[in-house]
């Protein structure tokens, strides 16, 4: 059993900065491959960045390619989400997920574990 707590969310002007973080319980973090997602009012999950079990390798939506940065401490049970250059449309609630098979699945809204969600929020 794996638990996930996303924090980190607010309320920022366009082009400002956030970094979100997802801590995990559990001694098999390390085990599995992470993911963001969000889910904007009124609409559907969309991917946003995933990471390999070990870090070493990380994929993007092509909407945060160049802004966003996901990493993990496997020592710290813990994966980051930072956004830079953040834009109105970036507004959603952000969730973290962890999937124990390929990381592909991640992409495809696959997962063992989802946490509970920060809401981010980017004024025009």
């Known amino acids: 059993q794996v638990q996930l707590t996303e924090s980190g969310g607010g309320l920022v002007q366009a082009g400002g900065s956030l970094r979100l973080s997802c801590a995990a319980s559990g001694r098999t973090f390390s085990s599995y491959n992470m993911g963001w997602f969000r889910q904007a009012p009124g609409k559907e999950h969309v991917f946003v960045a995933a990471i390999t079990w070990g870090g070493g390798s990380t994929f993007y939506a092509d909407s945060v390619k160049g802004r966003f940065t996901i990493s993990r401490d496997n020592a710290k049970n813990t994966v980051y989400l930072q956004m830079n250059t953040l834009k109105p449309e970036d507004t959603a609630v952000y969730y973290c997920?962890?999937?124990?098979?390929?990381?592909?699945?991640?992409?495809?809204?696959?997962?063992?574990?989802r946490g509970q969600g920060t809401q981010v929020t980017v004024s025009s």
């Open positions: 997920a962890a999937r124990f098979g390929g990381v592909e699945g991640l992409i495809e809204y696959e997962y063992d574990y």
